[in-house]
């Protein structure tokens, strides 16, 4: 990618970002947001923007007494969408940049190697300067399941290190240290 379409792509993953997240936040209301994620998919079509809440949790199905733990993390599951009216420059922007090879050429690899940097660049800036509280995990996520170190490599450079850990073992058996379960007793606790 060239410099000047990397700053473009940060400009308007910028935007998105702050002005979804702001969005979120006002439907959400006086909900405690737990989450907030980039969704993409292999293909660079792919880019949205979603946060979930305590509150949230407890209003989903609960199976046999109990919610599936998946759904915590998943976040095109999520309740809470970024509703900003210009999410398509993005795919515009990298529709361009890509249209002179195709999706098995090694350089569309490259290309979206550097949108993944770009993406989590902007999101610890955006954690970094307070847009996302301290104790919402903030992570990118391929909805399609294309890469799925993303979400802990991701989490581990834009969260503190305290969460990151305790994003780490959100899928542990062991109850202790384990966001999954912090969270669950958390939705346990809302009267």
Request: net charge negative.
């Amino acid at each position: 990618m060239k410099s000047e379409e990397k700053i473009k792509l940060k400009e308007l993953a910028l935007k998105n970002i702050t002005e979804n997240f702001k969005t979120i936040k006002k439907k959400a209301k006086n909900e405690t947001l737990y989450g907030f994620g980039v969704g993409l998919v292999e293909d660079l079509t792919g880019f949205f923007t979603v946060a979930n809440t305590i509150e949230s949790l407890k209003r989903q199905k609960i199976e046999n007494g109990k919610l599936d733990k998946y759904y915590l993390w998943y976040i095109s599951e999520w309740e809470y969408g970024g509703e900003y009216s210009d999410n398509n420059a993005i795919y515009n922007l990298l529709s361009e940049i890509t249209k002179d090879f195709d999706f098995f050429d090694e350089r569309y690899d490259v290309i979206r190697k550097e949108y993944e940097e770009i993406l989590i660049e902007t999101l610890k800036e955006c954690k970094e300067k307070g847009l996302f509280d301290e104790q919402i995990v903030v992570y990118l996520h391929y909805a399609d399941c294309f890469n799925e170190n993303i979400d802990d490599i991701s989490s581990k450079i834009i969260n503190s290190e305290k969460l990151h850990n305790l994003f780490l073992n959100r899928w542990s058996e062991n109850k202790e240290n384990n966001l999954t379960e912090i969270i669950m007793d958390k939705v346990r606790n809302i009267e």
